[in-house]
């Protein structure tokens, strides 16, 4: 069986999930956000398989974009991480709870 | 089965046993070696997105994500000192329901992928190299004004970042 698109957004999918399953489950902020990247990338792998599947660059521009504007974000959160450390020396997200009703 | 089909498979499995490693290392629970795995897992992708003909794309993965986002990371790691994450009590309920949730997921995503008919050419032949790409970004037009606007984007980023980091906001 020659790999098409569906094995391609197979395993996008399957790392969609894991990433998702990093951000339930793991308690340091740091992980979870790693976790997020994860996420991330497995939509740019979605994207740029369509991509190719569909002849069409639209997709492998869009991947460009995201990760420019990705690179923005990480460096942001990172920032609001370390803030936040600074404030209440951990980084663990049940000591991180004054949101919460 | 073809070298190609070889090394998806090869590249899939790498992929996905880092990236498993990245969210859950049975051998260290230290921060570090999550991005470890998070380097390796996105060197896994680069290689799929050669796999996929995008060579422009895997070479940015590599040099901005592997080498740019990783170090900050590693960065702040260093800088807040984190010590060995003790072991909490798990809240069971929490692990089961998220778990459950994510499986459910994920079902759901396979089942729509391999279930509906996917429009797919046979024999694709688009080559996503540089030359490629940035004729499709400069020469087309509908990309001109959101190429300005990540410029922008990018100042503020880096204005909001020396914003935040400073000692006593005022």
């Known amino acids: ?101 | 089965m073809t070298i190609p089909d070889l090394l998806f498979y090869l590249f899939a499995f790498l992929t996905l046993l880092f990236g498993a490693l990245v969210v859950a290392n049975p051998f260290s629970r230290n921060p570090v070696t999550s991005a470890m795995f998070l380097v390796l897992t996105i060197c896994a992708m680069a290689g799929l997105f050669v796999l996929l003909n995008a060579f422009f794309l895997a070479a940015v993965q590599i040099l901005v994500y592997a080498g740019a986002v990783m170090v900050l990371f590693l960065f702040v790691i260093m800088l807040l000192d984190l010590k060995e994450e003790q072991r909490r009590k798990i809240n069971l309920f929490g692990v089961v329901t998220g778990t459950g949730a994510v499986l459910g997921l994920g079902f759901l995503l396979t089942r729509t992928i391999w279930g509906g008919d996917l429009n797919q050419a046979a024999n694709p032949r688009v080559i996503g190299d540089t030359k490629a790409l940035g004729l499709e970004l400069f020469t087309k037009g509908q990309f001109l004004l959101p190429f300005e606007i990540v410029s922008v984007l990018l100042l503020v980023a880096m204005v909001g970042v020396i914003l935040l980091s400073k000692k006593e906001l005022k």
Do not use: P, W
């Open chain 1, 1 to 101: 069986m020659t790999v098409g698109l569906e094995h391609y957004l197979t395993v996008s999918a399957m790392l969609f999930c894991l990433g998702l399953l990093g951000v339930i489950l793991r308690r340091n902020v740091l992980v979870i956000y790693m976790s997020l990247e994860l996420m991330l990338n497995a939509a740019n792998l979605a994207l740029v398989a369509f991509s190719r599947f569909n002849e069409n660059l639209t997709g492998q521009m869009m991947v460009f974009f995201i990760i420019t504007v990705a690179a923005a974000e990480v460096a942001v959160g990172l920032a609001l991480i370390v803030a936040l450390y600074r404030k209440r020396q951990s980084a663990h997200v049940e000591d991180l709870a004054s949101l919460k009703l």
